[in-house]
Nanobody
C-alpha cells in the first residue's frame, strides 16, 4: 500500500508562483509514475503533469506547458510541482497519484492506483 500526502497549496495572485509537494510512503517501486491532476467542482479530474521514476521522462498538459515543472526526489519519495505564471483558471484542488506500472496512458485517471487527498490552489485576479 502507498500513501500520498500533498502540501503547498494556498491563495496566490495571478502571475505568482506556488510549489506543491507530494510525499509518498509505504511500498514504492522504481517503475512507478507519479502524476499531478486537478479538479474543479462539477468537472472531471484533469491531467496536469507526470514524471516516470525510471528514465525521468516528463509530460505536461498543453494548458500548463512552459509554466509548470514536475520534478522528483527519489531518495525522499517526493514529487514536486512548481507552478509559475499562475492564472485564475489554474484554480482547483490538485491531487497527486501513483501508477505502479508506468502506463503509456499517463493522462488517464484510471491508470493510477493510489491518490492523495488533494491540496487547494486558488489564484485571484
Amino acid at each position: 500500500q502507498v500513501q500520498l500526502v500533498e502540501s503547498g497549496g494556498g491563495l496566490v495572485q495571478a502571475g505568482g508562483s506556488l510549489r506543491l509537494s507530494c510525499a509518498a510512503s509505504g511500498r514504492t517501486f522504481s517503475s512507478y509514475s507519479m502524476g499531478w491532476f486537478r479538479q474543479t467542482p462539477g468537472k472531471e479530474r484533469e491531467f496536469v503533469a507526470v514524471i516516470r521514476w525510471s528514465g525521468g521522462s516528463r509530460y505536461y498538459a498543453d494548458s500548463v506547458k512552459g509554466r509548470f515543472t514536475i520534478s522528483g526526489d527519489n531518495a525522499k519519495n517526493t514529487v514536486y510541482l512548481q507552478m509559475n505564471s499562475l492564472k485564475p483558471e489554474d484554480t482547483a484542488v490538485y491531487h497527486c497519484a501513483a501508477d505502479r506500472y508506468g502506463s503509456r496512458w499517463y493522462d488517464r485517471t484510471a491508470e493510477y492506483d493510489y491518490w492523495g487527498q488533494g491540496t487547494q490552489v486558488t489564484v485571484s485576479l
